[in-house]
């Protein structure tokens, strides 16, 4: 069963302290996403990457940073946490830009910043 | 970008077919897709449309695409109460990366 994994479901953590969160694929998909999930807002696109080493704001990126060093692995950095953070995180993968290129999703990352 | 727009809420009763709809905006070819969302959970997808398609059905589901009004249905028939969470419409402009997604509908069965 292909998967999308994030490593923490729930995380607090406090005012200015830097905070990453994890995302791995077994799938070999070309394209990762971050989103934020806020209620009555959807899904909001905060960065994603179509390559190793590289990557593109969405429209929400600023306070946040990635990082792509491997195909598989794409981390959302929050280098100084508010609290206006506080949501639910979802990463996210698809194969490349052609045909269907459905997007798979982890389970989320719940955020609370104190 | 583009807008994807959907009602917030829709509760229907157990049994009876529910009818979630969203409009989009973009003008060239694209896919539509539809995700639900369980609580505490990441989004699944349903089923997904070409735009070059009007309907498509699998099982209970079935996507009705009104292209000249960029209109997207999704009818869920015979809803039953496991069918509750939240409803995703999402476009995705062919060959380009970005999805674009809606607010959510959150669907409520009652027994």
């Known amino acids: 069963d292909v998967k999308v994994t994030q490593s923490s479901r729930y995380l607090v953590k406090r005012t200015g302290e830097k905070v990453f969160l994890e995302c791995v694929q077994d799938m070999d998909h070309e394209n990762m996403f971050w989103y934020r999930q806020d209620p009555g807002l959807g899904l909001r696109l905060i960065y994603f990457s179509y390559d190793v080493k590289m990557k593109e704001k969405g429209d929400i990126p600023e306070g946040y940073s990635v990082s792509r060093e491997k195909k598989e692995r794409f981390s959302l950095i929050l280098e100084s946490a508010s609290t206006n953070q506080t949501s639910m995180y979802l990463c996210?993968?698809?194969?490349?830009?052609?045909?269907?290129?459905?997007?798979?999703f982890g389970a989320g990352s719940r955020l609370t910043v104190l | 970008g583009e807008d994807v727009e959907q009602s917030l809420f829709l509760s229907v009763r157990e049994g009876d077919s529910s009818v979630i709809n969203c409009t989009y905006t973009d003008s060239s070819s694209t896919y539509l897709y539809w995700y639900k969302q369980e609580p505490g959970a990441g989004l699944q997808l349903l089923t997904y449309?070409?735009?070059?398609?009007d309907m498509k059905q699998d099982q209970r589901l079935t996507v009705l695409l009104n292209k000249k009004d960029k209109h997207l249905s999704l009818r869920i028939a015979d809803t039953q109460t496991g069918d509750s969470a939240i409803y995703f419409c999402?476009?995705?402009?062919?060959?380009?990366?970005?999805?674009?997604f809606g607010s959510g509908t959150k669907l409520n069965v009652k027994p």
């Open positions: 449309i070409f735009s070059n398609m």
């Open positions: 999402a476009e995705r402009p062919y060959n380009f990366n970005k999805f674009y």
């Open positions: 996210a993968s698809s194969p490349g830009s052609s045909g269907a290129n459905v997007l798979t």
